[in-house]
């Protein structure tokens, strides 16, 4: 079974404080995916990575940073944490173009 | 990125067949059509995808419109545990730049009754 953990269920964080969000594959697979879920607008795509040291912007990046120095771990960095940016985040990774498969999600809370 | 069109809600009675319905008129000929869904308090899963031919899995089936216009995801015989968001999604697999994105719209509320 592909197994996509992430180390938070749930978190709280103070404004201004840097914050790590951790996600993990088993599945030796190339890609990974940092998206954000809010109410009202979906699932959105902060970024990616298709490789080893390499990372692409998606939909809103801003206010974040991404990490990827081994193939199954993918960091999402809020480098000064906002209370926008109060979500749902979601981690996924995939094989090329195969099936996208996502971790259970951190709830983060920025007070 | 292509367009999807799916209606916000559809209900069903337990053990019968649903059809959730998906609009893309301007599909391109390398776009292929998945299905995702969400259940409560979970991150998505993969259910279907297809390209121009119909589809079957152990979840679902995929109708795909002969102008690929349209696609209909077909639920067999719903359960309670199918209550969940269904997102229908383009993605340009055949083109080589989609690095597996996917772009997730608002999709259909599914709920089932007993």
């Known amino acids: 079974d592909v197994k996509v953990t992430q180390s938070s269920r749930y978190l709280v964080k103070r404004t201004g404080e840097k914050v790590f969000l951790e996600c993990v594959q088993d599945m030796d697979h190339e890609n990974m995916f940092w998206y954000r879920q809010d109410p009202g607008l979906g699932l959105r795509l902060i970024y990616f990575?298709?490789?080893?040291?390499?990372?692409e912007k998606g939909d809103i990046p801003e206010g974040y940073s991404v990490s990827r120095e081994k193939k199954e771990r993918f960091s999402l960095i809020l480098e000064s944490a906002s209370t926008n940016q109060t979500s749902m985040y979601l981690c996924?990774?995939?094989?090329?173009?195969?099936?996208?498969?996502f971790g259970p999600g951190t709830r983060l809370t920025v007070t | 990125d292509a367009k999807t069109t799916q209606p916000n809600s559809m209900e069903s009675n337990e053990e019968e067949p649903v059809h959730l319905p998906c609009n893309h008129s301007t599909i391109s000929g390398t776009d292929y059509i998945h299905w995702y869904r969400q259940l409560p308090s979970q991150g998505p899963e993969y259910v279907i995808h297809?390209?121009?031919s119909n589809v079957n899995n152990r979840m679902a089936s995929l109708a795909i419109a002969e102008d690929r216009k349209s696609s209909t995801l077909i639920l067999h015989r719903a359960t309670l545990r199918d209550a969940a968001v269904y997102y229908c999604i383009l993605r340009d697999d055949a083109g080589g730049t989609s690095y597996g994105k996917l772009t997730f719209g608002q999709g259909t509320i599914l709920t089932v009754h007993p």
């Open positions: 990575s298709y490789d080893v040291k390499m990372k």
């Open positions: 996924a990774s995939s094989l090329n173009v195969g099936e996208q498969y």
């Open positions: 297809g390209l121009t």
